[in-house]
């Protein structure tokens, strides 16, 4: 077969990583493919938020202002934080304020396929861009790809089709992980006031609670329960719930309304290796860490970041180089960041008596450890 076109770069996945890539790929001026069977319908007229949020890191917003694709978010779906508080007994609480960095906030809030959508519409400027709804990889060693019935070349072919990537698959990258014993119970509730711009997380014997402000008097409530738990949760009728959500989220003072819930699995993935031949992940292609930081598609933006620098010196004869130097400035970060989180969730669940005053205790100092504190936070931040 001859091919039809010929592509710097082919993505499979124009989700929040694959499409901010393309972006990214296009300002550099290359010729690239994107493949996204379901383009996204992002309304900003319907007034309740969608249920699929993310707390957007001040490291992910600047790669997202540099690239241009801030600019095209709508401002009032937005929510700005600038307070991130953690705790277990309320006498020993952390707390993460912006001003403690000489900045004027943490992160923003938002809905994902808000996000998702303005990066998708910033590349309508971009000539250099294809888009297509269907494509698969035919092989992995000439870069040659199927792209809506056609047969086009490509020197690098990225798999940002999320946690499940069909391409990671197809390709038999090796991986490890887990299924927690747990899911995310996400709630959607309005208050009768704003929502503020304070994001606080308390952990329980069953797994933390979060509640997460969003645009307006909107929030989202983000409850780890066992499964048989939610399926209880999902059983009630809206008054017995709001009565549940009372009693376990004792930080909520302000009066609110259920809108929607939904429940998500949880899960861990880690793969062996980012590149085979001319097959790239990122983002949830590559790794699934647990949402207890929010940490997920700010990993995928950061491996977008070194996927740019890499692909910027991408010529006909180095590609393999160039992936393996991409996969060497994310492979180990990555790691260490879901080891992290696996930590403090897997110490913040054990209730022996005297590790849960070691933690408290640690929360407390950790409250009062200055530099220390400050250089946690601009971890997180990515920053
Ligand atoms: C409950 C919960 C809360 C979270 N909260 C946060 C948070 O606060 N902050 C944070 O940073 N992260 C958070 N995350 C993680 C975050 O949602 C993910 O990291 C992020 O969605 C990954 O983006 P992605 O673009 O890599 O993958 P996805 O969002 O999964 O996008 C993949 C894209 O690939 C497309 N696709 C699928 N199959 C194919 C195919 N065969 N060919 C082509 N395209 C295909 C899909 O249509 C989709 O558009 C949370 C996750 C969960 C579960």
């Given at each position: 077969?001859?091919?039809?076109?010929?592509?710097?770069?082919?993505?499979?996945?124009?989700?929040?990583?694959?499409?901010?890539?393309?972006?990214?790929?296009?300002?550099?001026?290359?010729?690239?493919?994107?493949?996204?069977?379901?383009?996204?319908?992002?309304?900003?007229?319907?007034?309740?938020?969608d249920?699929?949020?993310?707390a957007?890191?001040?490291?992910?917003?600047?790669?997202?202002r540099?690239?241009?694709?801030?600019?095209?978010?709508?401002?009032?779906?937005?929510?700005v934080?600038?307070?991130?508080?953690?705790?277990?007994?309320?006498?020993?609480?952390?707390?993460?304020?912006?001003?403690?960095?000489?900045?004027?906030h943490?992160?923003?809030?938002?809905?994902?396929?808000?996000?998702?959508?303005?990066?998708?519409?910033?590349?309508?400027?971009?000539?250099?861009?294809?888009?297509?709804?269907?494509?698969?990889?035919?092989?992995?060693?000439?870069?040659?790809?199927?792209?809506?019935?056609?047969?086009?070349?490509?020197?690098?072919?990225?798999?940002?089709?999320?946690?499940?990537?069909?391409?990671?698959?197809?390709?038999?990258?090796?991986?490890?992980?887990?299924?927690?014993?747990?899911?995310?119970?996400?709630?959607?509730i309005?208050?009768?006031?704003?929502?503020?711009?304070?994001?606080?997380?308390?952990?329980?014997?069953?797994?933390?609670?979060?509640?997460?402000?969003?645009?307006?008097q909107?929030?989202?409530?983000?409850?780890?329960?066992?499964?048989?738990?939610?399926?209880?949760?999902?059983?009630?009728?809206?008054?017995?719930?709001?009565?549940?959500?009372?009693?376990?989220?004792?930080?909520?003072?302000?009066?609110?309304?259920?809108?929607?819930?939904?429940?998500?699995?949880?899960?861990?993935?880690?793969?062996?290796?980012?590149?085979?031949?001319?097959?790239?992940?990122v983002?949830?292609?590559?790794?699934?860490?647990?949402?207890?930081a929010?940490?997920?598609?700010?990993?995928?933006?950061?491996?977008?970041?070194a996927?740019?620098?890499?692909?910027?010196?991408?010529?006909?004869?180095?590609?393999?180089?160039?992936?393996?130097?991409?996969?060497?400035?994310?492979?180990?970060?990555?790691?260490?960041?879901?080891?992290?989180?696996?930590?403090?969730?897997?110490?913040?669940?054990?209730?022996?008596?005297?590790?849960k005053?070691?933690?408290?205790?640690?929360?407390?100092?950790?409250?009062?450890?200055?530099?220390?504190?400050?250089?946690?936070?601009?971890?997180?931040?990515?920053?």
């Amino acid at each position: 077969m001859t091919s039809q076109y010929t592509f710097d770069a082919v993505i499979f996945g124009g989700g929040m990583v694959g499409a901010t890539l393309a972006k990214g790929l296009a300002r550099q001026g290359k010729n690239i493919a994107i493949v996204e069977p379901h383009i996204p319908q992002f309304d900003i007229t319907t007034p309740a938020p969608d249920l699929r949020v993310s707390a957007i890191s001040l490291g992910s917003e600047n790669l997202l202002r540099e690239l241009g694709i801030w600019s095209g978010l709508q401002k009032l779906r937005l929510k700005v934080y600038d307070t991130l508080s953690v705790w277990e007994l309320p006498e020993f609480k952390t707390q993460f304020m912006a001003s403690e960095l000489q900045l004027s906030h943490l992160g923003h809030l938002m809905e994902n396929v808000h996000l998702q959508q303005a990066a998708l519409m910033s590349l309508d400027e971009h000539d250099c861009v294809s888009m297509f709804a269907s494509g698969s990889l035919i092989d992995a060693k000439s870069g040659e790809v199927e792209l809506d019935g056609k047969v086009s070349q490509a020197k690098v072919i990225v798999a940002a089709d999320g946690g499940n990537s069909p391409l990671r698959q197809q390709m038999q990258f090796p991986i490890s992980g887990w299924q927690y014993q747990q899911q995310v119970f996400a709630i959607n509730i309005k208050l009768e006031c704003d929502s503020g711009n304070h994001t606080w997380q308390q952990f329980f014997e069953t797994g933390p609670r979060a509640f997460l402000p969003l645009y307006g008097q909107y929030a989202s409530l983000v409850w780890y329960c066992a499964p048989e738990q939610v399926n209880l949760l999902k059983s009630l009728s809206d008054n017995e719930l709001e009565a549940e959500i009372c009693a376990s989220f004792p930080a909520l003072s302000a009066q609110f309304t259920i809108l929607k819930t939904a429940s998500f699995p949880l899960k861990r993935l880690h793969a062996h290796q980012y590149v085979k031949d001319r097959v790239v992940l990122v983002g949830d292609a590559a790794h699934i860490i647990n949402p207890l930081a929010g940490q997920g598609v700010n990993l995928g933006f950061q491996d977008v970041s070194a996927l740019l620098n890499a692909l910027g010196k991408l010529t006909e004869s180095n590609v393999s180089s160039v992936l393996k130097d991409y996969e060497a400035a994310r492979k180990f970060q990555n790691l260490k960041m879901m080891s992290v989180m696996d930590g403090f969730y897997a110490g913040f669940s054990n209730q022996h008596l005297p590790l849960k005053a070691l933690r408290n205790i640690g929360l407390a100092l950790a409250d009062k450890a200055g530099t220390l504190k400050n250089m946690a936070l601009k971890q997180a931040l990515g920053i």
